[in-house]
């Protein structure tokens, strides 16, 4: 059971690393809960109803006041604080480089060769999403029926999270400021296929266990709520990036497990 052990690993790298976990990514992550928080809070209604009227059909003529600058704002702080943590995460754990200041260093260069890759690698999981998508609509659709909404959805949540492990070890690469391919990473994986994707599984399974309390719950700006899915959504970011930097450290640098 290879790919659990990776999962297993991943998850202990980060609790019996708590203290520089939080060092690599606390004011980072409260920086984007305050933002995230503040546009949830303010937008709630408008969001919920936007969303009603394109569910129907209906394009709004115009958005409410401050809507899309804030929707903006919050995606690049969503998107620049993942960056960074993913970077000195990943430079933690591989190059023993532990934060000593609040805000932690900022390694520009390696945060934006991390973003070219992940639009790279963002593009071509699109790619491949929605033509899988598209098959298994056709294949399974009816012979699943009302399911369908629900299991094919999984199955190719499973085959991109496969890929992404194959294709992405090129993301703790580029945060090391290394050079390595997409077709390197997959070359390199290649003998360790079972394992990753018995990975996959095992992640899949993860996301629909981690959502089950806030489903239960219908307010999703709920106090409750939001807490939740803020320390649920860190864990699940910390032991995604420690996946990848588990499997850069085996099947790139040859370290054991």
Known sequence: MQGWNIFTHSVRMVFGNLGPALRVSGFLYLAY????????????????????????GHM?????????????????????????????????????????????????????????????????????????????????????????????PLLLLGVLLYLSYRLGLVMPAVALSKQLAFKTSWEKTAAASGAIAQLAVIAVVFAIVIQIPSNMNPDATSIVNLVYTYVIGWIAMMVGISVLTTLYGIYIEGREL
């Open 33 to 56: 809960i305050a933002v995230n928080a503040y546009f949830q809070l303010t937008y709630a209604e408008d969001l919920a109803t936007l969303q009603r009227n394109m569910a129907m």
């Open 60 to 152: 709004p003529m115009a958005l409410p006041s401050g809507l899309l600058g804030m929707m903006v704002l919050n995606i690049v702080v969503a998107l620049l604080t993942s960056l960074w943590i993913a970077v000195l995460w990943h430079r933690y754990v591989l190059l023993a480089e532990n934060p000593d200041t609040i805000i932690p260093p900022m390694h520009a260069g390696a945060i934006g060769a991390y973003l070219g890759k992940t639009i790279q690698l963002a593009l071509m999981l699109a790619i491949v999403g929605i033509a899988l998508g598209m098959l298994l609509a056709v294949a399974f659709g009816s012979l699943l029926g009302a399911a369908a909404a629900s299991i094919i």
